[in-house]
């Protein structure tokens, strides 16, 4: 298996354009999660999912944050419209089950200007 | 919520030196983690544990799950340049409770390495 798999590795926008990051987990993991990491604030889990079913959003930062799984393998996190301080690297992470080791992808950064 | 305080928050050693970071947790785990991440990359698994006194060795690496599972360190041997990074500890919780699955990751450990 190739790994999480992320797009695109950098994106940078303009504020108040609507952005969307891409992930396609490991194959056959139930696990999908989403974390952002800035120096501030480390990693932070956004969402996380399980069987494509959102389990615990509250790590979302505000209604212009929205994540989806249509299919056990995709997911995006969209961000609309962007701001100043969403700029960070933001990471997919995928598990086999709720108590087993996660996988990371390599990772999206985000500059919004 | 769920806190993962790790300590130390960096480590400025020589090379050879052996080192010691740990986290620990408001809450009971049962599974601890530790990553380590290179710069411009994602957190890489290094050690994973699932039972509460549990201890386990990757190499120079040693890692255990202490026994009241709220509480984890990880050592490393003999450092090398090639162990610098950010070090992070990470926990999920046990089965059957409402955060079942949730990944949760202390502050991380920058680790310097001086040869």
């Known amino acids: 298996d190739a790994g999480v798999i992320q797009s695109p590795r950098h994106e940078v926008t303009e504020m108040g354009q609507e952005v969307t990051l891409r992930c396609k987990p490991i194959?056959?993991?139930?696990?999908l999660f989403w974390y952002r990491q800035t120096m501030m604030r480390g990693l932070e889990l956004l969402i996380y999912f399980n069987n494509n079913v959102p389990i615990d959003d509250s790590g979302m930062p505000e209604d212009r944050f929205s994540a989806k799984m249509p299919n056990a393998s995709f997911s995006t996190l969209k961000i609309q419209p962007s701001e100043p301080r969403d700029s960070a690297v933001y990471f997919c992470?995928?598990?086999?089950?709720?108590?087993?080791?996660?996988?990371f992808g390599q990772g999206t950064r985000l500059t919004v200007v | 919520g769920q806190q993962l305080n790790q300590s130390p928050q960096s480590m400025f050693i020589q090379e050879g030196e052996d080192v010691s970071m740990n986290c620990t947790s408001s809450s009971i785990f049962n599974t601890w983690l530790w990553y380590k991440q290179d710069p411009g990359e994602g957190p890489v698994l290094l050690i994973a544990l699932y039972k509460a006194g549990e201890l386990t060795s990757n190499g120079r690496l040693t890692a255990q799950f202490g026994i009241t599972r709220k509480d984890s360190f990880l050592n490393i041997s003999a450092s090398i340049p090639s162990d610098v990074g950010i070090y992070f500890c990470a926990g999920q919780p046990t089965a059957g409770g409402t955060s079942y699955g949730k990944l949760t990751f202390g502050q991380g450990t920058i680790l310097t390495v001086h040869p």
């Open positions: 194959s056959g993991h139930d696990y």
């Open positions: 992470a995928s598990s086999l089950r709720g108590d087993t080791e996660a996988f």
